[in-house]
C-alpha cells in the first residue's frame, strides 16, 4: 500500500532555534501534502496545504513566517518551524491524498508516523 | 462549514465487549466519510470508509454505515480487544470543489482493559 515516511519521528530542540521536518510520499506521487499540529487528547488541526511548485495555503490564524512549508518535487515537502520556542512544542503529522489509480486509492489520504517537537 | 462531532472519551471496556463510538457530521451535498484510528505513538491509520449514503465501511472487525438520514457514521466492533486500544478519529472529507481537505472530529480515546 502507499507510504508515506515523515523524518524525524521525535526532535528536541533549544529555543531559538529553527527545526526541518521531512516528508515523503515513497511510492506515488503527491502534488498536494497537508501540514497538521495535533495538541495532546486534541483533534487534528489542518496547518497548510502543501502545493508542488507552487505556495502553500496556509489556515486561518496560522503563521506563515513561523511555519515555512517548501513542496520542491512530487515525493518531497518541508515544514520548518522557525525561531522554535516552547509554545511550539507539538505532533506534527503530514498527509498526502491519492491521486491516480484506483477509486480505493484516490480518495483516501496516507498519513506520516508524527514527528514530536519539543522545544527547551 | 463542514463539522465533525464525535462522542468525548475516554471510553473504557472489558475485552470482548460491544464497542459504539458515535459520529455526526454537518456537510453539504454528499461527503465521504471515515474513521482513522491513532496508535499509542504512531500516526494515523485509515480503519475504513463510506463515500455515499448506505454503504458500510468494514475492516478488522470495524463497521460502519453511512446513514445520511441521521448524518452519521458510528462505529461499531461486536467484541474488542485489548489491541483495539486507541485514539478513533471519525472525518470528512467534502464533495465540493477540489480539495482533498479532512474535517476531523475531536477523537475518542478507546481503553480495552483484559
Known amino acids: 500500500g502507499a507510504v508515506v515516511s515523515q523524518h524525524p519521528s521525535w526532535v528536541i530542540c533549544k529555543s531559538g532555534t529553527s527545526v526541518k521536518i521531512e516528508c515523503r510520499s515513497l511510492?506515488?506521487?503527491?502534488?498536494?501534502m497537508f501540514w497538521y499540529r495535533q495538541f495532546p487528547k486534541q483533534s487534528l488541526m489542518l496547518m497548510a496545504t502543501?502545493?508542488?511548485?507552487?505556495?502553500?495555503?496556509?489556515e486561518q490564524g496560522v503563521e506563515k513566517d513561523k511555519f515555512l512549508i517548501n513542496h520542491a518535487s512530487l515525493t518531497l515537502s518541508t515544514l520548518t518551524v522557525t525561531s522554535a520556542h516552547p509554545e511550539d512544542s507539538s505532533f506534527y503529522i503530514c498527509?498526502?491524498?491519492?491521486?491516480?489509480?484506483?477509486?480505493?486509492?484516490?480518495?483516501?489520504?496516507?498519513f506520516g508516523a508524527g514527528t514530536r517537537l519539543s522545544v527547551l | 462549514g463542514d463539522s465533525v462531532t464525535q462522542m468525548e472519551g475516554p471510553v473504557t471496556l472489558s475485552e470482548e465487549a460491544f464497542l459504539t463510538i458515535n459520529c455526526t457530521y454537518t456537510a453539504t451535498g454528499y461527503p465521504s466519510l471515515f474513521w482513522y484510528v491513532q496508535y499509542p505513538g504512531e500516526g494515523l491509520q485509515l480503519l475504513l470508509k463510506a463515500t455515499k449514503a448506505d454503504d458500510k465501511g468494514s475492516n478488522k472487525g470495524f463497521e460502519a454505515t453511512y446513514r445520511k438520514e441521521t448524518t452519521s457514521f458510528h462505529l461499531e466492533k461486536g467484541s474488542v480487544q485489548v489491541s483495539d486500544s486507541a485514539v478513533y478519529f471519525c472525518?470528512?472529507?467534502?464533495?465540493?470543489?477540489?480539495?482533498?481537505?479532512?474535517?476531523f472530529g475531536t477523537g475518542t480515546l478507546l481503553a480495552v482493559q483484559p
Open positions: 472525518a470528512l472529507k467534502g464533495s465540493r470543489g477540489a480539495t482533498n481537505k479532512l474535517i
Open positions: 498527509s498526502a491524498p491519492g491521486t491516480s489509480g484506483t477509486e480505493g486509492f484516490k480518495n483516501i489520504q496516507y
Open positions: 511510492d506515488f506521487q503527491a502534488t498536494t
Open positions: 502543501s502545493n508542488e511548485g507552487s505556495k502553500a495555503t496556509y
